[in-house]
DNA sequence: CCTCAGGGCTCTC
DNA sequence: GAGAGCCCTGAG
């Protein structure tokens, strides 16, 4: 069982299971942390910004504050057995076989508005080009944290991005989807879309909220329900999840949405977490010719 | 159901 | 230097 304590420069939390830095911060569900020389990660979330440091089983959060305890054992799903999830999803021999490859995967649990406002970005675009859009969005319309004798920034609330115009936003670099971010931001910002309230609903119920939202089509929805709104059963289906099903489960001309179909009907409630090893798995892969 | 354009950047040729 | 493709969506 893990616990945290205090040291020197922060806080860790020592002993943990199924936990790898790498992994996790490696599988596409987020966008705001960065790999230092070091093998350590820098980041911001939740307006902290920290570095983590992995030691074996212990995780350090260099900047962490002890009565911030709750939220990173929150942010990092502590309290769930990964274990367990990874021993059921074994059985199938090729979810087994992608669990070799990330086996310390978990799925934040990240803030609803900051994976809204970054998944619309991520349409039809590249990671370093989603992290340089969030990175800028957060340098304008974020607020200042001092860490390390280094700026950073964290994540505007709506209130913050309610002032950023198309022009603006495209300056930050989200290019042809900054009219859709305009627009959601305006209804969330307004109340006409409660995304607390749209987090209470069943998987299905929320999808049909979110994906009235501009920008937000079946993929993003899905990302959405399962990096911010705990919808574990959510299988976003992109590309690289795509390759992988198409090569191993289905025909190559299956369409996205009976892949998706597939792999909620195939991984029921733990289809979100299947979909991780996968996407892991596929990225892995890249470029060697496999797929 | 279908097709297609849509920042801008990077990889490929 | 052109062309394809990108964690895809909206419009037709």
Redesign the pocket.
Known sequence: MYRFEEYAEGIVIKNTADFNIKHIF??????RWNEQEDGSYVGVAYGRAVRIIQSDNDIYIKGGKIEDKELWEYYFDLKRDYGYIKSELSRDEILKEAIKHGEGIRILNQDMFEIVVS??I?????????K?AVENISRRYGKEIEFEGKIYYSFPTPDRLIRADIKEL?EC??????P?IVDTVSKIYKGEVDLSNIKEFDTDEAFKEL?????????????ILLFSMQKYDAF?????V??VMQHFYLAPDV????IRQFGRDKFKFYAGFAQQYL?YYA?EF??KDAF
């Open positions: 490696d599988c596409g569900q987020c966008f998944f619309i991520s349409a039809n675009n590249r990671i370093p080009m989603i340089r495209e670099g989200v290019g042809f989807r900054a859709y994906t009235k939202l501009k920008g937000i089509g079946p993929k993003v929805a899905d990302c976003p289906v992109d590309v690289w795509k390759r369409s996205l949405n009976k996407f990225r890249k470029g």
